[in-house]
């Protein structure tokens, strides 16, 4: 296979591998020192903020961060618990079929042994290889392995370590940020560093020199690991095109640095393979950034049903671990999955660990009750393509968003494999008799549920009406799986 050149015009000849077609749904680890406080995301950030909760949470149970700041933070994650290959076991016992590991957060700190950042898992902290670890368990039971990297948007997103409290005890005091021994890992940031934090800062900065550290560091991490998949949190760095400037993307000289890192990602796969397998995940929902990989939807579906396979990224809570966060229920985790994989997308699931590296016994519960259904209903789920009509009823996600809502018995989304056409009933109704609309070509010979109870039916005038048993298999979606003729 041709390699691919550092231009969109090369990376848009990209394709989406089979294997992640097929996959549709897989676990990811958002894992590192910020799980420390168990106080949520961003809390390298917040921490810094002063009168925010973070801000609060540190002063009191660590001090005043001019004094234990987020280098001290990142010493305490111990990882001591982590025990990669029975948390391995246990996503594949629950239906992942791939796995991702974050290299790093927008705090800077790398979750491997790095010769780009001395700041890392190795060095400080737990003294282990987190990604090397987690990319041994995966690939050792034939998992892709893919790694998140969060670094391009840390520049700006870190500035509030510049400041100083405005009033108390610590007024006017620096917080450890200013520390010229840590400004590597801190950042030389003060251009960014503004007095109202209200005022938007642009996600990506227009610093050259950083461009050319992330660029270094994610080089190398694809090296290190020969992703399957790599994904940015934002657009393909470091484009002014996700700030809506007039310009097109391709005169936009700064894209040339993820430009760069995504053409070595697929390059690399082809010295591997001899084919690309690898792809990359972007945020920015522009075609003509996107389609160089896959367009990410972070914590959101799509309304309507995409021709380009895509992904959703999102979280059983918070995206690092949080005490006080309530968990999504098993049943909206299995609707969205649905209702995404019906439109032609994946979802990537974040568990959150605590810093020992367990999960907690409610993840587990949501997990296997996610893994029971798919046991029940992965036929429909794995391998299936989009059929000609991916929903019937009113009720939907919003778009743009993921809060859970409430079915009605006429909500059913649909997938296709082969000849079959596959059913999901969103609200359980046990005994009633349901009327599917898009049945207007072709004959059902045959509807069946969970592979086993053949259901009676009636197909006439476009209408498919099925009497489903008194006794459901699941307590959440059902399935029919539907067998005709030029369906």
């Known amino acids: 296979m041709k390699s691919f050149e550092v231009s969109f015009d090369s990376l848009y000849n990209f394709r989406v591998p089979e294997w992640y077609r097929d996959a549709k749904f897989g676990i990811w680890s958002h894992w590192g020192p910020q799980s420390v406080p168990m106080f949520g995301d961003w809390y390298a950030r917040n921490m810094y903020q002063e009168g925010s909760p973070a801000y609060e949470h540190h002063l009191r149970l660590y001090g005043h961060p001019s004094k234990f700041g987020y280098k001290d933070i990142c ?46 898992s190795v060095n400080v902290g737990p003294h282990k290889d987190i990604c090397a670890l987690w990319e041994r368990a995966a690939r050792k039971r034939g998992l892709p392995f893919g790694i998140t990297e969060h670094l391009a948007a840390s520049f700006s ?25 840590y400004r590597r890992f801190y950042h030389d940031n003060y251009c960014h560093v503004i007095s109202d934090p209200n005022v938007n800062i642009p996600w990506y900065t227009q610093n050259e020199g950083f461009h050319e550290y992330w660029l270094k560091a994610v080089m190398e991490m694809i090296d290190k690991f020969r992703p399957d998949f790599l994904y940015s949190d934002g657009s393909l760095p470091f484009g002014r095109h996700w700030a809506n400037k007039p310009q097109k ?77 309530q968990y999504k229920k098993p049943s909206h985790i299995i609707e969205m999955l649905v209702d995404i994989v019906s439109k032609n997308g ?3 699931l974040n568990i959150p660990q605590r810093p020992d590296g367990t999960i907690d016994e409610e993840s587990r519960f949501i997990l296997e009750e996610i893994g029971e259904w798919l046991r029940l209903y992965g036929d429909g789920i794995y391998s299936s393509r989009p059929w000609r009509r991916c929903q019937e009823g009113n009720t939907s996600f919003a778009a743009g968003g993921e809060e859970a809502v409430q079915w009605q018995k006429d909500d059913v989304r649909y997938t296709a494999k082969g000849s079959t056409v596959f059913a999901f009933l969103m609200k359980p109704c046990p005994g ?9 070509s072709g004959k059902v010979q045959k509807v069946i549920m969970n592979s086993v109870s053949e259901l009676p039916f009636v197909h006439e005038f476009g209408t498919l009406l099925v009497k489903l048993p008194e006794k459901l298999p699941s307590a959440y979606v059902n399935m029919l799986n539907i067998f005709g003729e030029k369906l």
Not at 90 to 109: E, M, P, S, V
Not at 254 to 276: D, F, M, R
Not at 306 to 324: A, E, L, M, P
């Open 249 to 325: 993307c391709e005169d936009d000289d700064a894209y040339s640095y993820g430009l760069k890192a995504v053409s070595h990602l697929y390059n690399t796969s082809i010295a591997q393979y001899g084919e690309n397998r690898a792809l990359y995940l972007q945020k920015n929902k522009g075609p003509e950034i996107y389609k160089i990989g896959v367009l990410d939807c972070e914590r959101s579906v799509l309304d309507m049903p995409s021709q380009d396979v895509w992904n959703t990224d999102t979280c059983i809570g918070n995206w690092f671990y949080h005490t006080d966060f």
């Open 432 to 440: 009633a008799t349901v009327a599917l609309k898009a049945f207007d």
């Open 75 to 120: 010493a305490l994650w111990k990882a001591e618990h982590f025990d990669p290959d029975g948390l391995i076991d246990l996503y594949i016992r629950c239906g992942a079929k791939f796995f991702a590991a974050q290299t790093t957060h927008h705090d800077n700190f790398f979750n491997y042994d790095s010769e780009v950042n001395p700041m890392n």
């Open 157 to 181: 997103w870190w500035r509030f370590n510049k400041g100083a409290d405005k009033f108390g005890p610590f007024k006017g005091v620096p917080y450890d940020g200013n520390d010229p021994a």
């Open 346 to 348: 994946c979802l990537m």
